[in-house]
C-alpha cells in the first residue's frame, strides 16, 4: 500500500459521497469521514494524515494506544465496543467515542473527565437492528423523553466535563440498501426528538461504514466510519 493509493481511494470515496448528500439534497460537505486503521500499523496512520485523513478511528483501546503516543496529532475516534475497566484510558487517549451504550458508563466517562479536566466528546451508542451482538440503547429510551425529564435527558443535562454531541449506529450485517437506509433514518429521527426534548444542540450522527456509507450520508451522516474502502483488507 502507498500513500498514493490511500490519496486515491480517498478522494473516490469522497466523490461518491458528496453525490449522495447532493442527491438527497444535503450540503455536499456537510460530513466527515472517520479512516478506521484497526489492524493496521503507525506506517498507515502517517499515511492517513498524509493524505488528509486527519480523523483516526480505532476500535480496541489497547491496540490504540501506542499509535496514538506515535501520531499525537491525529483526531483520535474510539469507533468500537468501550469496556467500563478501558473507560479511563479511553478518556486520556481519544477526542471522541463513538460508543457510550449505557447509563453507567455514560456517568463514569464523566466522572473520569472530571478526574483528568478532560472534555471527550461522546456519541450515544443505538442498538437499532436488534442484534444480540451489538450493544446500545434501545430505542425506548429516546422514545421516552419529554422536555429531558427522562433517566437519559436527566444524566445528558447533567454532564459538566463530557459532552454528548450526537448518536451512533450500526445497519444490520448484510442489510440492504432500503433497510439500511430505514435504521439510518430511524437514528436522525431519534436524534431530532432527544435534541428538542433536552434542548440542547446534538449535531452529529455515526452511521455508515464501507458497505453503506452511500446511503447513511443521504440519511444525514456526518460522520462515517471508513476502513476497508480506504486500506483494503485488514492483514491477517
Known sequence: ?????VRERH????????????????????FRIVAVTKG?????????????LRR??????????PKVAAVPDAEWHLVGHLQSNKARQAVAAFHWMHSVDGLPLLRRLEAIAHDAGRQPQ????????????????????????????????????????ARVRGLMT???????????????SRLRE????LEASVA?????????????????????ATLVRVGTALFGPRPD
Not at 483516526?56 to 494506544?65: K, P, S, T
Not at 450500526?170 to 439510518?184: K, L, W
Not at 431519534?190 to 426528538?193: A, C, F, N, Q, S
Not at 440542547?200 to 444525514?220: F, I, K, R
Request: hydrophobic share 40%.
Open 190 to 193: 431519534l436524534r431530532d426528538h
Open 122 to 161: 461522546l456519541l450515544l451508542q443505538v442498538n437499532l437492528s436488534g442484534e444480540a451482538t451489538k450493544s446500545g440503547f434501545e430505542a425506548q429510551w429516546f422514545e421516552a423523553e419529554t422536555a429531558g425529564r427522562g433517566e437519559l435527558g436527566v444524566a445528558i443535562r447533567e454532564l459538566r466535563h
Open 56 to 65: 483516526i478511528g480505532e476500535n480496541r483501546v489497547q491496540e490504540a494506544l
Open 200 to 220: 440542547m444542540e446534538l449535531p452529529e450522527l455515526s452511521m455508515g461504514m464501507t458497505a453503506d456509507a452511500e446511503p447513511a450520508v443521504a440519511e444525514g
Open 170 to 184: 450500526m445497519a444490520r450485517g448484510g442489510a440492504g440498501e432500503n433497510e439500511a437506509r430505514a435504521t439510518f
Open 11 to 30: 478522494e473516490r470515496l469522497r466523490a461518491r459521497l458528496r453525490e449522495a448528500a447532493e442527491r438527497a439534497g444535503r450540503d455536499p460537505d456537510g
Open 1 to 5: 500500500m502507498s500513500a498514493d493509493l
Open 40 to 52: 493496521f500499523g503507525i506506517d498507515v496512520v502517517r499515511m492517513a494524515l498524509e493524505t488528509g
